[in-house]
C-alpha cells in the first residue's frame, strides 16, 4: 500500500515562493520511478486539477495556468517529488496533492495547504 505524504505548503504573499515536497512509502525506488507523477491542486468548489506532471526521465508538462512560474522535479532514489512555486498568484491558493499521473492512481494523501495572500 503506498502512502503519499505532501508538505511545504503554508501562507505566501503574492509574487512569492514556497517549495512542496511529496513522499512516497511503501514501494522501492525502482517502482516509484516508473511512474509518470503529477501535482495536482484543488481550490474550494473546483475539482481537483492537474498541474505538472514528470516522467520518469525528467521531461515535464505544466498546464497554461502554471507555465513559467512552477517547476516539478523528483528525486527518485528518495521516492519524492517536488514542486517549486514561483512568482505565486492568489489563484494558486488551494491544497495541492501528488499522485500518478495516470487513470489508476494510488490512494490520496492529506495535501498541503497554499495560501496566497497579502
Known amino acids: 500500500q503506498v502512502q503519499l505524504v505532501e508538505f511545504g505548503g503554508g501562507l505566501v504573499q503574492p509574487g512569492g515562493s514556497l517549495r512542496l515536497s511529496c513522499a512516497a512509502s511503501?514501494?522501492?525506488?525502482?517502482?516509484?520511478?516508473?511512474?509518470?507523477m503529477g501535482w495536482y491542486r484543488q481550490a474550494p468548489g473546483k475539482e481537483r486539477e492537474l498541474v505538472a506532471d514528470?516522467?520518469?526521465?525528467?521531461?515535464?508538462n505544466y498546464a497554461d495556468s502554471v507555465k513559467g512560474r512552477f517547476t516539478i522535479s523528483r528525486d527518485n532514489a528518495k521516492n519524492t517529488v517536488y514542486l517549486q512555486m514561483n512568482n505565486a498568484k492568489p489563484e494558486d491558493t488551494a491544497v495541492y496533492y501528488c499522485n500518478k499521473a495516470a487513470s489508476i492512481r494510488w490512494s490520496w494523501g492529506q495535501g498541503t495547504q497554499v495560501t496566497v495572500s497579502s
Open positions: 514528470i516522467t520518469s526521465t525528467g521531461t515535464t
Open positions: 511503501g514501494t522501492s525506488g525502482s517502482i516509484f520511478s516508473m511512474y509518470v
